[in-house]
């Protein structure tokens, strides 16, 4: 019987882009410790994506990348968010596959998905979001297939996972947090697992795709206390503050994989809500094109001026208050012959991203400052303000008629 093929986006939480093998781009990792590493040797010979910069947060990274816009222009940043629906798997749909949704279970991620995405969630046949009600240890991927019967279900039809594992996010020695080495024998353990997941699935190379991502990265220890810490003091903050914009927690992971495409680097940078478009352009081109092709018709449209990300909790009260840490990103990179950091409210406003050195806001160009200006300006805080009263009121008057219906 002829195999079906299988698509496979593989989400793999927390896996840093230095992880992945590239001889280019792993700046301040020993090459010899991720060679060998599954994710390096699975991303060989594939469309291999270099600079994709992530929100250095996993929500902000999803909203991204399942509505396809920029969340500073929406407004969809940190706890800001209006659902954005654009059926991203619309291929999918349009191609008769049976649509499989993982995500281990993880109340706070699992939420997400429903409250945001609900309209994403309904397009799947198999979905799973929730506890199997077993423990929690077996409570994994294969345990999902085998518990429903996915093998049997892909025998007579052309199967599309979306898989968002949580297996490194929630590993016991990061989640206290550990030092670089360790993190790295932690990716060769998550490796064998993910390993195991698609040879379970029975991934074959030759005819399946798989579009590997991941949302950010890791920060160690000692500069981890950043986020794990609920108070820290000013001086370990002006220590540890630049760890938020470092590329081993911001740089992500994005390549394409089938046996169609030919390995090829595209150095452009990316956000992740350029990554589902990429990815129908291939689809619809059945994986036939030319490096040329995909710049002329897509790529060149990408201008990336700049990336955001989230403040850490403890930087309020220290530099940035309290709205700002919850509803605004604090601090954004800007793309120029040089990356340029610009850190809101703290004492060295722009910093050269690479060498940590001070900049001199007369150096700046006008543009950046005036983007600035306009995204931290009180008309935009008071919008803010405004629009989540409503939405709030709303919400409950919502519930309460919900209530009444029942």
Avoid at 20 to 42: E, H, R
Avoid at 373 to 402: D, G, Q, V
Wanted: glycine share 2%.
């Amino acid at each position: 019987m002829e195999k079906k093929e299988k698509h496979i986006i593989y989400i793999l939480d927390s896996l840093s882009a230095s992880c992945v093998y590239d001889k280019k781009n792993n700046t301040g990792i020993d090459l010899k410790k991720i060679q060998n590493n599954f994710f390096s040797k699975i991303s060989k010979n594939a469309l291999f994506f270099r600079n994709n910069y992530g929100y250095g947060n996993t929500h902000d990274f999803i909203h991204s990348l399942l509505s396809k816009v920029n969340i500073n222009k929406s407004l969809s940043d940190t706890n800001f968010r209006r659902t954005e629906y654009n059926n991203p798997i619309g291929y999918y749909n349009k191609n008769a596959f049976k649509k499989i949704f993982f995500n281990n279970s993880n109340h706070l991620l699992g939420e997400y998905y429903k409250k945001q995405f609900p309209n994403f969630l309904d397009c799947f046949d198999v979905c799973q979001l929730e506890s199997l009600g077993i423990n929690k240890v077996k409570d994994d991927f294969i345990t999902f297939c085998k518990k429903k019967k996915i093998n049997e279900i892909a025998k007579d039809n052309k199967i599309f996972f979306y898989i968002h594992e949580m297996s490194l996010h929630d590993n016991k020695f990061l989640m206290k947090g550990t030092t670089e080495n360790n993190y790295l024998k932690i990716v060769n353990q998550i490796g064998k697992k993910v390993k195991k997941d698609l040879e379970f699935i029975n991934y074959d190379e030759k005819i399946d795709t798989l579009i590997f991502l991941s949302d950010h990265g890791a920060t160690f220890n000692p500069s981890v206390e950043i986020w794990k810490s609920k108070k820290i003091k000013k001086k370990l903050y002006d220590r540890y503050y630049s760890e938020v914009f470092n590329e081993k927690k911001i740089k992500i992971v994005f390549f394409i994989k089938n046996a169609r495409i030919k390995k090829n680097y595209i150095d452009k940078n990316l956000n992740p809500n350029h990554f589902f478009p990429i990815i129908d352009f291939i689809l619809k081109n059945k994986f036939k094109f030319l490096k040329k092709k995909i710049f002329s018709e897509i790529l060149d449209y990408i201008n990336l001026k700049y990336t955001s990300l989230k403040a850490p909790p403890v930087s309020s009260g220290i530099y940035i208050n309290n709205f700002i840490t919850n509803y605004i990103h604090s601090f954004f990179i800007f793309f120029d012959k040089k990356k340029i950091v610009y850190c809101h409210n703290h004492p060295s406003q722009f910093i050269e991203m690479e060498t940590l050195k001070n900049v001199d806001k007369d150096q700046i160009k006008t543009e950046i400052k005036l983007f600035l200006s306009n995204y931290f300006n009180i008309f935009n805080f008071l919008y803010r303000i405004i629009y989540i009263f409503f939405r709030e009121i709303f919400a409950k008057i919502l519930k309460l008629f919900k209530i009444i219906h029942n």
